[in-house]
T-cell receptor, first 113, second 112 residues
Framework: DQQVKQNSPSLSVQEGRISILNCDYT??????FLWYKKYPAEGPTFLIS?????DKNEDGRFTVFLNKSAKHLSLHIVPSQPGDSAVYFC????????????FGRGTQLTVWP | ETGVTQSPTHLIKTRGQQVTLRCSSQ?????VSWYQQALGQGPQFIFQ???????GRGNFPPRFSGLQFPNYSSELNVNALELDDSALYLC???????????FGPGTRLTVT
């Protein structure tokens, strides 16, 4: 049972434009959400996170939005750069002391010049 | 500061065999989690170890077992390998059980 869903397996964006990656979840007990980026032959790298008490978190070019009523979050990358090309995973967890992460299937982002 | 390392990088085993994968945590981290990433899927949680004790387990059968050592390095053991065990196995360490996890590059296991 997939509790975190990324319904777009791929996204292609021109350099300089905005990339929007979407994620939906089904478990209302999730209270912390994370985005990871993964390059080939490397492990996932933490990108940005958001607590369920917030609806927005920003870090440089990356912004994550959370809509709890819709059980939906999105990652915005502005402006997109070719080096952003990677697989992006949305992940969620419940409770501050539990370490288990629930991942989506990932979205392959390609940023072309 | 040394990051999370895993060995071996690649491994080929035959169905029914046993395999041991190894992970060295990032310096100072006392928690390690293991994930299985099948082709086209996101990582799936196998289990977590905190100070040498299992601290949560995902939906994996008992033939998946683990150990954490006093230096906080860890092993993942899989017995009676099945074809569906072919996957990338990721290890992640964190300072505490609920903290941000830092992933290693993974071990690619192929079962034939």
């Amino acid at each position: 049972d997939q509790q975190v869903k990324q319904n777009s397996p791929s996204l292609s964006v021109q350099e300089g434009r905005i990339s929007i990656l979407n994620c939906d979840y089904t478990n209302s007990m999730f209270d912390y959400f994370l985005w990871y980026k993964k390059y080939p032959a490397e492990g996932p790298t933490f990108l940005i996170s958001i607590s369920s008490i917030k609806d927005k978190n920003e870090d440089g070019r990356f912004t994550v939005f959370l809509n709890k009523s819709a059980k939906h979050l999105s990652l915005h990358i502005v402006p997109s750069q070719p080096g952003d090309s990677a697989v992006y995973f949305c992940a969620a967890k419940r409770g501050s002391t539990l370490g288990r992460l629930y991942f989506g299937r990932g979205t392959q982002l390609t940023v072309w010049p | 500061e040394t990051g999370v390392t895993q060995s071996p990088t690649h491994l080929i085993k035959t169905r029914g065999q046993q395999v041991t994968l190894r992970c060295s945590s990032q310096s100072g981290h006392n928690t390690v989690s293991w994930y299985q990433q099948a082709l086209g899927q996101g990582p799936q949680f196998i289990f977590q170890y905190y100070r040498e004790e299992e601290n949560g387990r995902g939906n994996f059968p008992p033939r998946f077992s683990g150990l954490q050592f006093p230096n906080y390095s860890s092993e993942l053991n899989v017995n009676a390998l099945e074809l569906d065990d072919s996957a990338l196995y990721l290890c992640a360490s964190s300072l505490l059980a609920g903290d941000e996890q830092y992933f290693g590059p993974g071990t690619r296991l192929t079962v034939t």
